[in-house]
């Protein structure tokens, strides 16, 4: 029974170690961006633009946009683009954010409109667009030339030399073809020869004999 409950301890401390991990490993590749740097979030004088520091910047599902400003001052609202661009602050998409120190995560790719929540700071350009990211691998590389398997065969050189002509005074000959109609005669069988072989053996043999008989 001990046993048991020791092997159930191990096992618990285990999936903890193994989720401690995890957690660990997300909060690492996640980055907070802070709007506006030391200034926070508040009217944009020339030297800065939120849209270009947005555009700066690369946001990934998990990261998080960090606004401060004065609380009870200013607010953020998160709007749909054609309240972004009106500047209408009568009805965010979420909550309206007023604590001085808002922190927003992105939980999903696309745009993300935010604007202040005093609509002359608004008409004032106090708001950005971020653009999150699809997820996907940061270090994918293109696929090597040498791998394609569309090759297209190179074409020969247009001035590559062509073969010298024959030298003046030769005829170059060629074989005549068979006329049409002309069957070459077929080679004579093995019957045919060893027929041959014993008609001339037989006259040889006569021969000699008439030679002898003389």
């Given amino acids: 029974m001990a046993n048991q409950i020791h092997k159930n301890n191990i096992n618990a401390v285990f999936v903890l170690g193994i989720v401690c991990v995890t957690l660990l490993i997300q909060k690492s590749g996640a980055t907070d961006f802070a709007i506006g740097g030391s200034k926070g979030w508040c009217i944009p004088d020339s030297s800065v633009h939120y849209n270009q520091w947005a555009e700066r910047n690369r946001f990934q599902i998990g990261d998080s946009i960090v606004f401060h400003y004065p609380p009870g001052q200013d607010s953020v609202l998160l709007v749909t683009q054609d309240d972004y661009t009106n500047c209408n602050t009568d009805s965010p998409t979420a909550k309206k954010y007023t604590d001085g120190h808002t922190v927003f995560k992105f939980n999903q790719s696309g ?50 030399a062509s073969p ?40 040889a043999f006569a021969a000699s004999s008439t030679l002898l008989l003389l």
Avoid: H
Wanted: with cysteine.
């Fill in 111 to 160: 745009p993300f409109y935010f604007i202040s929540g005093k609509k002359d700071k608004c008409q004032k350009n106090e708001k950005v667009v971020v653009i999150v990211l699809a997820e996907r691998s940061r270090n994918a590389k293109p696929p090597s030339s040498s791998n394609s398997k569309d090759m297209i065969p190179s074409p020969a050189p247009s001035d590559e």
């Fill in 164 to 203: 010298p002509p024959p030298p003046s005074g030769t005829t170059e000959i060629n074989p005549t073809p068979a006329p049409e109609g002309e069957t070459p005669p077929p080679p004579p069988n093995a019957a045919s020869s060893v027929f041959m072989s014993f008609i001339g053996s037989v006259g």
